[in-house]
Antibody, heavy 124, light 106 residues
Framework: QVQLQESGPGLVKPSQTLSLTCTVS??????????WSWIRQPAGKGLEWIGR???????NYNPSLKSRVTISVDTSKNQFSLKLSSVTAADTAVYYC????????????????WGQGTMVTVSS | SYELTQPPSVSVSPGQTASITCSGD??????ASWYQQKPGQSPVLVIY???KRPSGIPERFSGSNSGNTATLTISGTQTMDEADYYC?????????FGGGTKLTVL
């Protein structure tokens, strides 16, 4: 079955750019009615959606992060990636990648497969 | 921006029915999903499209959505159901999560 695995540095300095990659295994990132997303969760807090990408390259971002976020996809590597610039301590969180399955009903798409998450700390 | 509001905590006795609410402006005009998250684990989808259960999710999990409120109901709650639960909906092209509800089974 499809699995997702996040990878990237666990420690990023303030003002630098956080970069993470999500590798999709057990299936092609381009097959089926799916798109791909990043979500984060600060310790002891709730889930915050960061953005999504279709394999066409089309993206949507959380308005609160839009100016600092870039999500890209590399179908040849079965991966998609997150870049978050100008990070501060407030960006310290567990970052999850997730698959979203498109439904026939608009707006009904669930996050049905999640990666295990990767902890990113922003500190000098 | 669109907001979803959940109670911070809900308590239930084993075997009883737990109800977790999620409120948002005209939420009934959207579709709600629910996720279960146990400590140290990734979220798991338990309900989507208001009331559908993914494969492998027990029948005791059910959902509804009407007016301004979506509800996750767990019938015959088991100790293994103790977890944080998050509702989620799409507002235009933006995903929104509720703040989460800690379900305690005692």
């Amino acid at each position: 079955q499809v699995q997702l695995q996040e990878s990237g540095p666990g420690l990023v300095k303030p003002s630098q750019t956080l970069s993470l990659t999500c590798t999709v295994s057990g299936g092609s990132i381009s097959s089926g009615s799916y798109y791909w997303s990043w979500i984060r969760q600060p310790a002891g807090k709730g889930l915050e959606w960061i953005g999504r990408i279709y394999t066409s390259g089309s993206t949507n971002y959380n308005p609160s992060l839009k100016s600092r976020v870039t999500i890209s996809v590399d179908t040849s590597k079965n991966q998609f990636s997150l870049k978050l610039s100008s990070v501060t301590a407030a960006d310290t969180a567990v970052y999850y990648c997730a698959r979203v399955t498109q439904q026939q009903l608009r707006g009904a798409d669930p996050f049905d497969i999640w990666g295990q998450g990767t902890m990113v700390t922003v500190s000098s | 921006s669109y907001e979803l509001t959940q109670p911070p905590s809900v308590s239930v006795s084993p075997g009883q029915t737990a109800s977790i609410t999620c409120s948002g402006d005209k939420l009934g005009d959207k579709y709600a999903s629910w996720y279960q998250q146990k400590p140290g684990q990734s979220p798991v989808l338990v309900i989507y499209q208001d009331a559908k259960r993914p494969s492998g999710i027990p029948e005791r999990f059910s959902g509804s959505n009407s007016g301004n409120t979506a509800t996750l109901t767990i019938s015959g709650t088991q100790t293994m159901d103790e977890a944080d639960y998050y509702c989620q909906a799409w507002d235009s092209s933006t995903a929104v999560f509720g703040g989460g509800t800690k379900l305690t089974v005692l």
